[in-house]
DNA sequence: GATGAATGAGACTTCATTCAT
DNA sequence: CATGAATGAAGTCTCATTCAT
């Protein structure tokens, strides 16, 4: 992760608000600059083009986003408790979830083929995050599934999901918390279980 | 279902094809024109704005989609061959499900409220329809799960996601079918494949 | 004047009605023919373009009025009172004569020099109509004045004045009937009426 | 009268010189901005739409030839001779008496009411000048008439129809000079003229 | 570094006109 | 004669980007 200037930061914050409500287009240098209490033309000073601007405020977000999780989980043994943590993380940065899945959604709009890959890194590296917690827990044998991948697929998709349904119907269809440890019992759904 | 006219079916598919590529803004309606054969006055004899010609168009996708799904499982009995089907079909027509969750990001674009509920009614008979097969598979003893509503949420999402990555990392790191089977098996667990 | 075909007319009594409200460019052949309840292809069976349409739309509408006005005035005999019926008579046909005071300044946004020379020739005929009254009044000795013309330009300008002043204000700023025996009055003044 | 920036009085006298050959419809903003020597979007950077920038070039220039005709007054003493000088200055800016005239005209062309108000209250106050200097003169014993309101509508009646025909006739018809001395003549007729 | 006035490419949309039926 | 679906020229307006201060 590259140093980022004061002003980077600021322009980027600023930015990544306006993307709860607008896609790419609708965002608007002048607006950036204004909400931003800076100049239009600074704005070109530290960005060549609003497609770099965006890019890189994608990948700093991402990153940033990558980084509290790493911090909130490292403390915490157990597999199960990690995944929870996880989850209740997202759900309270649910926002910052659901624009992720806007920037995969958004990645054909962008021309250069390296804000692709770098937000594909990202988003591996989240995805491999959740995956290690998944064979961690399998070898513990507290989860129950004879493939991680698929099981990382299945825990990123239910949450994501949720959250997109949620939003969609103003959170009146679903109750995060429950999702939560539905996919959770799901996982760790043993034998027993049925007895 | 309203009597759609053949130039607006025309019309329909082309922007539908463009989709794929690109978002609301960069959807040009005189690449429209062209690509459809006809003049741009055409496309507003049609259509009073851009922007009611893709909400229009986005409606008529939807509901073609689930006309095309319940034909495909009313002629099958059992609940968990319907959910595959469903999910092969989702497999086949991958292009048009990654479309409609393109459209469930992009729902902000719209000014106009008629269109957010118009797609969220027919992403609810969506789910809605799988959420029924699976209570069938419930009361039949097939589908083990407690809650059918978060059942639901965990096999779309898992579903979404995994087209999701699949595209996103051009077909290279998913085995779609694998993945269909992976959910299925889990919604059918029992206590004996423990034992 | 020529012989106009019963269509050509139906279609010259809409386009002057919708002249009260608006100007050449948002006169639209379509709402001429919807209105006219025929077809807009019709319409260009009979005018090579729209810009001819109101041309002779124009011209009709000026001869149909100054056939009207020769009309009404041909069995009075006294000058003043012609002109008094004149006056009555625009008062009457108050929008008719604001119309004509629009294509006054309509005029340069005619193509055709025929149109423009038109338009002089049936404005000129009104004038020299009104004139003759004068030059009549004056020789008989009732109207006092030592210039026909110049008394003719007061007497037009002020109904035209008054009329569009009275528009412009919704009718609240102008009794035009006393306008009308004022402007006579001014015409007729004699030198006794100040003793 | 609001303080103008000098672009925007730059953009008013282009706009305002377009007027005499050309309608509300036939003003391009593409025209303006070159006659102007600037950028189509500069244009957009002082005005809201063309419409807004075309009433308040409307207003502006109603409002600067009114104080020009304030300024040249104040110094006369003789209401007659006031009103000689409005209207020699009305035959020097016979161009600008027309436009107003348009304007007039064009009025329903606007959308918002606000211009329609201004335009009045703008010409009003042109209406009332001459009405003042007229009951100034009736009170000194030099101008005859009973109703000075309606002496007004026959002063600025008589010299813009004069106007309108001058124009309509390229010249060829009118002496405005002559036109000028006969309303006068008109309003200051006595009973011992005609002894 | 910071600014914002100026710019013009380019998109949407309108509507007079054509022409096959 | 009558029609109206189809057309594309042309105009308005937006906004990313530049550059002189």
Redesign the interface.
């Known amino acids: 992760m590259r140093k980022y200037k004061e002003k980077e930061i600021l322009i980027f914050k600023t930015t990544w608000g306006l993307f709860?409500?607008?896609?790419?287009?609708?965002i608007k240098i002048s607006e950036i600059a204004k909400l931003s209490g800076i100049g239009k033309g600074t704005v070109y000073e530290y960005f060549k083009s609003k497609e770099e601007l965006v890019q890189e405020m994608i990948i700093y977000n991402l990153e940033i986003a990558h980084e509290k999780v790493i911090s909130e989980i490292e403390i915490i043994d157990s597999p199960v408790e990690k995944l929870r943590v996880i989850g209740i993380n997202d759900i309270n940065r649910k926002m910052d979830i659901l624009k992720t899945?806007?920037i995969?959604?958004?990645?054909?709009?962008f021309s250069k083929n390296n804000i692709k890959e770098s937000v594909?890194e990202n988003?591996g590296k989240r995805?491999k995050l959740v995956q290690e917690i998944i064979e961690e827990g399998i070898k513990e044998g507290i989860i129950?599934?004879d493939?991680a991948s698929?099981a990382t697929?299945?825990y990123?998709?239910?949450?994501?999901?949720?959250l997109?349904?949620d939003n969609?119907?103003n959170g009146s269809a679903?109750n995060m918390d429950?999702?939560l440890e539905?996919?959770i019992d799901?996982l760790t759904?043993?034998?027993?279980?049925?007895?």
Chains 1, 2, 3, 4 share one sequence.
Do not use: C
Request: no cysteine; charged share 20%; proline share 0%.
């Open positions: 709860s409500e607008k896609g790419f287009h609708d899945l806007k995969i959604q958004m990645i054909t709009d594909f988003i995805f129950n599934t493939n698929n697929i299945l990123t998709g239910t949450m994501n999901n949720a997109m349904i969609f119907t679903i429950e999702i539905y996919v799901t759904k043993k034998a027993s279980d049925y007895r």
